[in-house]
């Protein structure tokens, strides 16, 4: 804590002495986030005999941010914990004070900006890219990118990644879960009602090939999205192809789509549908032998689509049967004040298939069930959030098969949580 304390005092010193020779920005804020969760059914369907988990998880975050004419630099310190999970005469924290952003950006034009370090990546709707910011850890990067402007309505990124466990004399294994390189172009481009983004990403995963050392199996995710804004009517459609190796060196090749409408009848209330289909792999075909057709959204915020329960691609079902999802969002604003409703309706892309003991498969249908979302969040001012919700899973057999626990159980999940976002100290 001390250094932390440190550092601030370091950099408020820094602005005011140099304040007078050029401009620049200066900003220190925090974040408190508790969270109480109810979960029975929450990621998987509850076996039968066990009871829900009640918790509280919390994020603390000290964000501090400089910039002038010439560079920026962002340094984000965060400590995620279970209230509880040590005594209180702790003499340290489980998880401890980690850096989740550490960047520096250096500003050669208005054009050409090269940023460098610890850092969230996000694009368009987060779907491969994201900041996961539902999760109290998030997501960050130790990323290389060039950030080019060709125009005042067009951007383009070009990122690239390279990590090591540890520094080392001569060549060790890369054995962290995470990719040990990537590449990637990210272009976007502002029309009049118009958007257009394109994404090129060569990602490398570590893959021990036995009795031939570790070698990195790449495989490319090549794709892009469009979106439409008129007056009270909004339209996005994406596409994305994935081909190459999979982290297990198996042949790859996947696509993804999305379509969605959503329109405003009134200033407080607007209705949407929309579909999501991800690829996947039969059950009877999830063997090295066969080619991996099952869709991985890699880097995004996957808490965001396909249900709040997560029960797809949140850190599981990245090699499953794929997944067709139909969704009906209803948004109401009053006053400081939003409800959201979310049913879904879910089937898997590829047949669902149980080997049996006999070694004879039992086939399944399609269809996964429904899920229905429901938040509330009140903006009490403008640095506090207090937010809530409840989801309900109605799963089938098919959905049992693939999840395990028992379908025909309660299974559900419930969420309150208090947001607080102060702003300590702010000069321009």
Sequence with gaps: MKKIFKFLSLLLIFTFVIGSSFAQTVNISGQIRPRYEYRHGYKTLTPDGFKAANFISQRTRLNAFYGNKYFKFGLVLQ???VWGDVPQLNSSDINGTAIHEAWGEILFSNKFAVKVGRQEISYDDQRIFGSVNWAQQARSHDAFIFKIKPSNTSKLDIGFAYNSSKASLFNIDYNVNNYKTF?????HSKFKHLGLSLL???????YNNIGNGQEVVYSQTLGGRVTYKKESLKLNSAFYYQGGKNKFNRSLSAIYYTANISYSLSSSFSLGIGTEYLSGTSSKNQTPTFT?????????????????MDYFYVGSYMYNNGLVDFNLPLIYKVNKTIFKLIPHYYAAAAKVSVKQSNGTWKDYNNNLGAEIDFSVGYHFSKTVIISGGYSQMFATKTMQALKGGNYQNTNNWAWLMLTFKPTFFSKK
Aim: no cysteine; glycine share 10%; proline share 3%.
């Design 292 to 308: 991996d057709h099952s869709f991985k959204p890699l880097y995004g915020t996957n808490h965001k689509f396909n249900g709040w």
């Design 200 to 206: 090129f990403l060569n990602n490398g995963m570590a």
């Design 183 to 187: 590449q990637y172009i990210w272009y």
């Design 79 to 81: 400590n995620v914990r």
